[in-house]
């Protein structure tokens, strides 16, 4: 049994709807003609009986006379008229009331096992017999109640049965045609069924192979466009989906790409070691600090970079990194050169797949440690040189106070300001110093005339010019008028001309030039100074950058102004370069957007 249901079930949809098509009409068609069938043999039975009933009763009113009178011939051929009439009259018998026979319409003589069949008993009877391969009704009618005796009438049914057999042969003949009709039908609706089904497996298929955009075109209210509707819908959530994740796969691409990017970009050394403490992987950054290549490094105990001076303090970090402890330090490393520098590290451990490595971040701090050192010795030496002047101003002051001579006095006295002039300068480079460090500006734009900036700018250096013996001359075309804030520009120029008198020969000059170009106004500082070497150009505006350690005592000065001015000449559009030669002076130069 399961073997059929499984092969039932493997069968295709159409071939399916068929059989059952074709079972269920023979079921039908069966149970239908079986109850008509019967229903129908019923229905001739109780005709055929109620016309019984009708001829038996007259034969039995009509022999009531021939039996009293003994009238046997006319008894005998009432029965005959009577069967010759009715075709399907088998046979008509009477008997007395002591169950004789008295006349009988058969040929071959009276069958005796038809006398106590089917008595009347007083009333009629019915009873169906089997009389030579026919099936007949006998219909027993008492004659007066019995007292005279009684008829029996004989109704055959063979014509029933033909009938009903001819009923059959049509309705097997109508239900083959209904099947035939009925597998028609179920083949045409099946393919009607099967077509979107076929359209929703060709789809799933299109999908299968990756056609995500495959959808059923299925114009249908019934179950099939239902169907076809949810796997459209179940499609276009699939697709969502997928879309989605391959974004996601993107974006993790993207991300990676970008994390990959930073990494190798970032000037900080960014390098990962196994539980062990080997190099599992390190970005260019630890590579240009350490001087190693990558395959020196892989595989390596980091141990490889730390002076044997710091051994000891490195295996007291490694414990705590092991044991959790998360914390920024300073260290030393030695380079594949040979020389030692300074790193600020930063850590973190992390899990795997189920193995520890530990994430370390390295930044070069070596030139941050140099700078903090020059600042240090900066301040160190004006805070040295402080004392200096102080001591000269009181000096000079008491022995003021102490001279008579009104022109002595006055040249005491002379001494003393510029004992204070040197203080203020001082004083004036720890501002700068200051300034350097914040590097906080905020700017304030305005249409602002250039030769007002040039003169304010000159004028407050003039006194050190005259100091220095330096004069100042300037040479300015004309509208000079720019878009920039009108303090800071003052600021910028006047230390390109602080410089320029600074570093300048006694009885030198500085010329001050203001010139239109296309979009920018350039204005250049030209000095009879010292000059710069060649080698020591591309650090002029590097903050703290000062070209000699000597410059320091003989000028003075911070190393930051020109730093400064470069940063605000730059913020307000801008640019600024120097062209010196050692020897034989220098040009400061700056250009400032026009006002339109």
Known sequence: MKSVLGSFTNLKIKTKLVIMVVLILLLVCGVTAYYIQTDQINAMGNQLEERGYTISSYLADSSINPILTEDVIRLQQLIESTRNTQHDIAYVFILDENGEVIVHTFENGFPVALKNVNPANGEETVKLLDIENEYVRDIAQPILGGRIGEVHLGLSETSIRETVSRSIRNKIGI???????????SFATGTILCKPLLELKKSAEDFGKGNLDSRVHVRRRDEVGELAETFNKMAEKLQS???????????????????????????????????????????????????????????????????????????????????????????????????LKDLMVNHRDIEIHGERKYVAVIKDITEIKKID?????????????????????????????????????????????????????????????SIGEKEEFSFSYETIDLEDVIDTSVQNMMPKAERYDVEIRIDLEKDLNVKADRIHLVYALTKLIDNAVKFNKKGGSVEVTARHTDCFIKVCVK?????????????????????????????????????????LIEEQGGEIWAESELGKGSIFCFTVPKAQ
């Open 373 to 433: 050192e020059m600042k240090s010795d900066i301040i160190s030496n004006i805070s040295h040189e402080l004392r200096t002047p102080m001591t000269i101003m009181r000096g000079f002051t008491e022995v003021a106070m102490d001279e008579e001579d009104h022109a002595e006095r006055i040249k005491y006295l002379n001494k003393s300001l510029k004992a204070l002039d040197r203080q203020n300068q001082m004083i004036d480079d720890l501002l700068e110093v």
């Open 175 to 185: 239900t083959a045609a209904l099947v035939f009709i009925g597998i028609l039908l």
């Open 241 to 339: 989906q997928v879309t989605e994740k391959e974004i996601d796969r993107q974006n993790v691409l993207e991300t990676k790409d970008y994390l990959d990017t930073i990494i190798s970009a970032s000037h900080d050394g960014i390098f990962v070691l196994d539980s062990e403490g080997r190099f599992e992987f390190c970005n260019k950054a630890v590579l240009d600090i350490s001087g190693y290549d990558e395959s020196d490094l892989i595989g390596e105990n980091f141990q490889i970079l730390i002076p044997d001076e710091y051994k000891s303090f490195m295996n007291s970090r490694w414990q705590e990194i092991q044991k959790g402890i998360e914390k920024a330090y300073e260290t030393k490393i030695v380079t594949k050169d040979g020389s």
């Open 527 to 567: 000095d009879t100074g010292i000059g710069i070497a060649k080698k020591n150009m591309e650090k002029v505006f590097d903050k703290f950058y000062q070209v000699d350690a000597t410059t320091t005592r003989k000028y003075g000065g911070s190393g930051v102004g020109l730093s400064i001015a470069k940063h």
